[in-house]
């Protein structure tokens, strides 16, 4: 059965992921509450809420960092929530963080590498040039990852020398790099200026349109919008609106949970 989702036709089958009345409490804090949601494949889909409403809680129960204190998840249709954080790539998920997390010690082709090499990403931090020993050859997930994010030309260059957009791009690169079914982008823009963010969103949105699912949590509400076909708002721990970009921001609920009531009347 095919559905549409804004311009964009999909195809309903089992989502990549489902979260099933998810509920996350800390004691007496409900961070969240009774969420239910279905990523679909092709789709960017974003969760949008004022802070304190439960989008990192939400994040941390998908990706069994944070324990439910009730709900299901499923990917593929399949229940996860027994497995532990670090098998979350070998079911096809992964991730950026908060803050760029790029080896300084290593040039842009081997910290892709990294996420290409499910061995080399031990905790321990390389020291330098031992991983250029270790691999003497590109794998075709790098040159692949690099060509896709439009990296070529900066790969022997170090983190230090790039600039903040460019570290970003190499996060991703090194995200994909594991030939992902789902990527998790936790604020993919933050600390960019106007130009960068566009960058960063045209990227997903190739990337989108190459198949990859994807899930963001980006404070910039405007880089949302013109990035996500799907947007679930939270406010208090709970799913307060979902759907198109363009009808999240006309529900009233999420315009009380962003401006306040007298907001809404002004808006
Ligand atoms: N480990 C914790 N222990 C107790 N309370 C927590 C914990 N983590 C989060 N909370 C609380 O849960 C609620 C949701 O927080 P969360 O960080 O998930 O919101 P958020 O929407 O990601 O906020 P922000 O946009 O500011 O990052 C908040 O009231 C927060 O104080």
């Not at 409900?30 to 889909?45: F, K, N, Q, S």
């Not at 009730?70 to 497995?83: A, K, M, N, S, T």
């Not at 892709?112 to 997930?141: C, F, H, M, N």
């Not at 609106?241 to 363009?246: N, V």
């Amino acid at each position: 059965m095919a559905a549409s989702i804004g311009d964009r036709s999909v195809v309903s089958t089992t989502p990549v992921l489902e979260a099933r009345e998810v509920s996350v409490h800390f004691g007496g804090v409900r961070a969240v509450e009774g969420v239910t949601l279905r990523l679909e494949p092709g789709l960017i889909h974003g969760i949008i809420g004022p802070n304190g409403s439960g989008k990192s809680t939400l994040i941390g129960a998908i990706t069994r960092l944070t324990p439910l204190t009730r709900g299901q998840l499923l990917f593929d249709g399949e229940p996860y929530q027994g497995i532990r954080p670090s098998a979350m790539a070998g079911l096809g998920v992964a991730r950026t963080f908060q803050t760029v997390r790029l080896l300084p010690d290593l040039n842009v082709r081997d910290n892709i590498q990294l996420g290409a090499d499910a061995e080399a990403s031990a905790k321990t931090r390389p020291r330098p040039g031992w991983y250029q020993r270790l691999r003497p050859s590109v794998s075709p997930a790098v040159a692949d990852a690099i060509r896709r994010t439009g990296l070529e030309g900066w790969e022997d260059y170090y983190p230090s020398e790039l600039s903040y957009g460019t570290q970003r791009r190499v996060e991703i690169a090194r995200a994909i790099s594991m030939n992902p079914r789902l990527l998790l982008l936790d604020e993919p823009t933050a600390g960019m200026n106007q130009s960068e963010r566009a960058e960063i969103s045209r990227l997903l949105r190739d990337l989108r349109d190459e198949g990859l699912c994807q899930l963001l949590v980006e404070h910039d509400v405007q880089m949302m919008l013109d990035t996500c076909d799907y947007v679930f708002a939270m406010n208090f721990g709970e799913l307060i609106a979902e759907g198109t970009p363009a009808d999240v921001v006309q529900n009233p609920l999420v315009q009380e949970a962003y401006l306040g009531r007298k907001g809404r009347q002004h808006a």
